[in-house]
């Protein structure tokens, strides 16, 4: 089983930055797909950005391309978001995300883009810029 705890929501400013963390903890997550996804109620979740863990390959939905960076950090198996020149747009709940998709799969980016069921999540924290 693979347990994802999710912490630096808040509040900002437009045009703020804020980094979230996820510690991501359970067997085999070397080789774990990760990623974030935000929801604002009364529409769909959406993808943000996924990573594979082993191999650090990324890939961004367009709208966060260049002012969002996902990262993981092996030694302490911790996903990270950080956002950057933040909207008011981007208020939402913020969620991450894991599941054993094979490496090709994951850097394809259709999970990420398409969303299908994954098996891992966090409990979400939430992001207000205003």
């Known amino acids: 089983d693979v347990q994802l705890v999710e912490s630096g929501g808040g509040s900002v400013q437009p045009g703020g930055s804020l980094t979230l963390s996820c510690v991501v903890s359970g067997n085999a997550i070397s080789s774990i797909c990760m990623a974030w996804f935000r929801q604002v109620p009364g529409k769909e979740r959406e993808g943000l950005a996924s990573?594979?863990?082993?191999?650090?390959?990324?890939v961004y939905a367009d709208s966060v391309k260049g002012r969002f960076t996902i990262s993981h950090d092996n030694t302490t198996s911790t996903l990270y978001l950080q956002m950057n020149n933040l909207k008011p747009e981007d208020t939402a709940m913020y969620f991450c995300?894991?599941?054993?998709?094979?490496?090709?799969?994951?850097?394809?980016?259709?999970?990420?883009?398409?969303?299908?069921?994954?098996?891992?999540w966090g409990q979400g924290t939430q992001v207000t810029v205003s």
């Open positions: 995300a894991a599941d054993f998709f094979p490496e090709s799969y994951c850097s394809s980016g259709y999970p990420l883009i398409h969303n299908p069921a994954w098996a891992y």
């Open positions: 990573i594979y863990a082993s191999s650090g390959d990324t």
